[in-house]
């Protein structure tokens, strides 16, 4: 299995009627979630890309979520990766520097 889209999240600040929250965004499908402020900003981003993964069904055994921050705090971006996709993370498993 190959999954060919992201998830990227991104802050959305309070308004006059809503706390904060958090979008989750993939070509398929987006959610936002409220924003948790007993977790942390990564914790609240993984949250609401682990929720859309569930919605559109996207999770099953044996397959991860990885993220990162994009630049500039503008939020993250996940991928979703299972065995067959597992040569694309050798580098990082071994704790080598890619260059």
Same mark, same amino acid.
């Given at each position: 299995? &190959?999954? +060919? *889209?992201?998830?990227?999240?991104? =802050? $959305?600040? !309070?308004?006059?009627? *809503?706390?904060? &929250?958090?979008?989750?965004?993939?070509?398929?499908?987006?959610? %936002? %979630?409220? =924003?948790?402020?007993?977790?942390?900003?990564?914790?609240?981003?993984?949250?609401?890309?682990?929720?859309?993964?569930?919605?559109?069904?996207? #999770?099953? @055994?044996? %397959? *991860? #979520?990885?993220?990162? /921050? $994009? !630049?500039? +705090?503008?939020?993250? %971006?996940?991928? #979703?990766?299972? @065995?067959? /996709? &597992? /040569? $694309?993370?050798? !580098?990082?498993?071994?704790? @080598?520097?890619?260059?």
């Amino acid at each position: 299995m &190959r999954f +060919n *889209q992201t998830i990227i999240t991104r =802050y $959305l600040g !309070p308004t006059n009627t *809503q706390g904060p &929250r958090i979008k989750a965004t993939a070509n398929a499908a987006s959610i %936002v %979630v409220k =924003y948790d402020s007993g977790f942390s900003r990564d914790m609240n981003d993984s949250l609401a890309a682990f929720k859309l993964a569930s919605k559109l069904d996207w #999770l099953s @055994e044996g %397959v *991860q #979520l990885h993220g990162g /921050s $994009l !630049p500039n +705090n503008k939020g993250h %971006v996940f991928v #979703l990766c299972d @065995e067959s /996709s &597992r /040569s $694309l993370f050798t !580098p990082c498993d071994k704790k @080598e520097t890619i260059t």
